[in-house]
């Protein structure tokens, strides 16, 4: 069995839809997710799915109380799924290759602090740019630095607004997601 640890400060879109397509290919999986939001959407979700969850404030997360927990449920993979603060040292020293985020863009660009969301699609749409796209990569402790995993674009020379780029990108995001973590927990298959 696979333990799967999710974060998510939002709605929840990609957490659910990683759940949902994950358990169609195995029921030997365990889902828990951890929020920093208790007003989060995502937190409606687990309860749908009936999956376990954890609420944490910031300080929780960077003196350890997170860490403990994660020690505690002992996780296979632990990703990052629309999570917005900057994910402590101490978890990614434990957890070496174990923690897996999404960036709505193709990394390098438009990557670092406050490069997230909208806040992306927004640059994409400024810089009048013709594709962008998905970027899965590694979780280090510089932000979007993480060795990167998978990447797959889109064009974008039709879009008119950045919700249009916004829709687009999470298409991406949820056709291909569950499908690397699928690769990443079953190497073998």
Excluded: W
Aim: glycine letters at 6%; proline letters at 5%.
């Amino acid at each position: 069995m696979k333990n799967v640890v999710l974060f998510a400060s939002g709605s929840g879109s990609n957490a659910e839809n990683i759940i949902i397509k994950l358990k169609q290919r195995s029921q030997d999986n365990a889902f828990t997710i951890f929020t920093n939001n208790p007003d989060a959407k995502v937190l409606e979700k687990a309860k749908n799915l009936h999956i376990p969850f954890e609420i944490f404030n910031k300080s929780e997360l960077l003196e350890g109380l997170v860490l403990k927990k994660l020690i505690e449920l002992k996780p296979d993979l632990i990703v990052l799924a629309g999570f917005l603060l900057k994910f402590p040292e101490n978890i990614v020293k434990h957890y070496p290759n174990k923690i897996i985020n999404i960036h709505p863009a193709l990394l390098p660009k438009h990557g670092g602090k406050g490069m997230y969301g909208m806040n992306v699609h927004e640059a994409v749409f400024n810089n009048k740019e013709t594709e962008t796209g998905i970027t899965i990569h590694y979780v280090n402790e510089n932000y979007d630095e993480g060795k990167i995993i998978f990447q797959k674009s889109v064009s974008v020379t039709n879009c008119k607004t950045r919700e249009e780029i916004a829709q687009k990108v999470l298409t991406l995001e949820h056709e291909y997601f569950p499908e690397v973590i699928f690769e990443i927990l079953n190497p073998e298959s």
